[in-house]
């Protein structure tokens, strides 16, 4: 067979004269209401005029010196301008470093110098920042911004592409050169990068696009509420373009009533994104059928969930009271993300209560991945789907190594075989479904993004009045998780508003715990550590003071 290489230009051709017209639409911010909120446009275009402009971009970015090989970053929420940088950068040979918005800035430059990007593409609202990248991120040149009025020593993004031409001469690439770098959060020590090459983002476009995975194709319109910094927006924005699906982006517009007025208004018919969003989305459509008002959502036939485990309550009332099917997947940043689905094994109704139970689970591998689990001690655990072991994932889109950091402890060998340790501790039934228990990470994730509560507990134990202290995840209404702060007194216990303050100005705001509770004692291990998983049970049922985070 012809050696062909998988790299994203196969996009372009598709996007070109396959599905030209199908639609891409945008919420932006058209500027802000008496209450100082941002309102929105909504920007319309097509696939084709993203391909043409992507070529464009390409050809900006090579006047400014981007060679093969060079890494530029975005730092931006989901729209038409970061679906051209998605397209346009890897293909020109470049590295798209997708940057999270919800970093604190110290970690943003961090990342930013790791990955020794020359060029940045960001959104006109993250300009505050540009001045602590210029004095700290040396390799840093360009900065290039997704607005016509943008300040001196910028580029504005429609002017710089504007004066080139539609087309662009995409270079031979080699399918395992890399396209995509996104970090992922550290139990301990700085961000990992994870580097996807364009082999591995072109196979996992083909996966996710398979009925029994996303089942995305060219009838679809695709809302991915989940970020595009986020893994690949889990791979959905790849997948339309390979298949030509329409796309509908919210932007800085995710609470529930602009997402399901997209819904409606774009008859989306797929969205994904975490439990945070959907039960928002759920909340919002309750509220319209209550009101006598409820939306037309019936084009939707297919919702993602993931990023943490999908309560069987959300999936069955998304269905129950809204007819929507919602199917969870569990992945990492590590996975590209796509690894298992939960889809209904044939023959049960995916609507009954064994089928909804299955629906609450991770379920099955997609094709060419393989999990194992391993015990305390490094050996198999059979998959009789009662035994609990850490869980291991392995295939030609799962990473290798870490980009920089090479083959860290977070891989290990099995039957001859490297696999990644995931961190997640599962069970696996007989019939492949991966049930997801426990979480051996150190991280509290709150409404889909990483928390380090490693970083938490050093912050809070440079306070004066704090001896020891220890942050665990708890179950949150809202937020999915959110830090409970537990800490042994030195002298006369700070009070919470005293520690909450001081937190302040040493991380990132949403990271301060909700609560903290003074205590004589914790749980130490036979290794001198804090048992965190028998905290983290012993407050599972913590009610948070005033309902915690809003
Ligand atoms: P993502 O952006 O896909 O959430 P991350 O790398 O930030 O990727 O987080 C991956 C981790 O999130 C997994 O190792 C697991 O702990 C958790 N996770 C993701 N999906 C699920 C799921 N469906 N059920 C349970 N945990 C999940």
């Known amino acids: 067979m012809m050696d062909v290489q998988l790299t994203t230009q196969a996009l372009l051709p598709r996007c070109l004269t396959l599905f030209p017209e199908r639609p ?28 043409r402009r992507s070529a464009q971009l390409a050809g900006a970015l090579q006047q400014l010196g981007v060679q093969p090989g060079d890494r530029v970053a975005t730092l931006a929420v989901n729209s038409f301008y970061h679906l051209e940088a998605y397209l346009g950068i890897p293909s020109m040979g470049a590295v798209i470093h997708t940057l999270n918005i919800r970093l604190p800035i110290e970690q943003l430059v961090w990342i930013l110098n790791d990955s020794g990007a020359k060029v940045l593409l960001l959104d006109s609202m993250f300009l ?8 700290q991120c040396p390799e840093l040149k360009e900065v290039i911004v997704f607005s016509a009025q943008v300040p001196e020593g910028t580029h504005g993004y429609d002017d710089l592409i504007s004066s080139q031409p539609e087309t662009y001469a995409w270079p031979e690439l080699d399918e395992k050169s890399g396209a995509m770098l996104c970090y992922t959060s550290g139990t301990t020590g700085n961000p990992k990068g994870v580097l996807y090459t364009h082999r591995s983002l072109m196979l996992h476009a083909l996966a996710s696009g398979h009925p029994d995975a996303f089942g995305i ?7 991915p509420i989940v970020p595009m910094f986020h893994a690949n927006a889990w791979g959905t924005v790849h997948t339309a373009l390979l298949y030509g699906a329409g796309l509908a982006f919210t932007g ?73 099917q919602m199917m969870q997947a569990w992945g990492m940043t590590e996975t590209s993300p796509l690894a298992t689905c939960s889809n209904v094994p044939a023959g049960i109704d995916p609507v009954s209560d064994e089928g909804f139970a299955h629906r ?29 072991g850490r869980l291991l994932v392995r295939g ?45 990470k150190d991280l509290v994730k709150s409404g889909g993004e990483w928390i380090s509560s490693a970083e938490v507990e050093n912050a809070l134990m440079a306070h004066p009045g704090v001896s020891a202290a220890v942050v665990v995840a708890v179950p949150h209404p809202k937020w999915t998780e959110r830090p409970l702060a537990l800490f042994i007194p030195h002298g006369d216990a700070p009070s919470p508003a005293e520690l909450r303050e001081y937190l302040k100005g040493h991380i990132a705001k949403w990271w301060i715990p909700d609560d903290f509770l003074a205590v004589s004692e914790l749980p130490i291990g036979a290794t001198g550590k804090f048992l965190k998983r028998e905290i983290r049970e012993q407050y599972k049922n913590h009610v948070w003071t005033d309902g915690g985070m809003k």
Request: one cysteine or more; hydrophobic letters at 40%; aromatic letters at 6%.
């Open 396 to 440: 030609p889109w799962i990473a290798g190594e870490y980009y920089k950091r090479g083959v860290t402890s977070d891989f290990v060998e099995l039957d001859g075989k490297k696999w990644l340790d995931t961190g997640d501790i599962a069970t696996i039934s007989a019939s492949g479904e991966v049930w997801v228990q426990d979480r051996a």
């Open 360 to 388: 609450s689970k991770q379920g099955r591998v997609v094709p060419f991945i393989e999990v194992a689990l391993l015990d305390d001690h490094g050996q198999p655990v059979t998959h009789d789907g009662a035994t609990m």
């Open 128 to 135: 505050p920042l540009l001045p602590a990248f210029r004095a």
């Open 217 to 223: 194709g060219q009838y679809d319109v695709v809302l």
């Open 24 to 51: 891409v639409t945008s919420l932006m911010v058209a500027g802000k209401n008496e209450a100082g909120q941002p309102t929105a446009s909504r920007h319309r275009t097509t696939l084709g005029q993203v391909a």
């Open 252 to 324: 800085v517009f995710n609470d529930g009533p602009s997402v399901a007025r997209t819904l409606q208004d774009e008859k989306a018919t797929m969205c994904a994104g975490v439990v945070t969003v959907m039960l928002a989305l759920l909340e919002e459509l309750d509220r319209a059928a209550a009101a006598g008002q409820p939306y037309d959502v019936s084009a939707l036939n297919k919702i993602g969930c993931g990023g943490t485990a999908v309560p069987e309550v959300l999936i069955r009332a998304l269905y129950e009271r809204h007819g929507l």
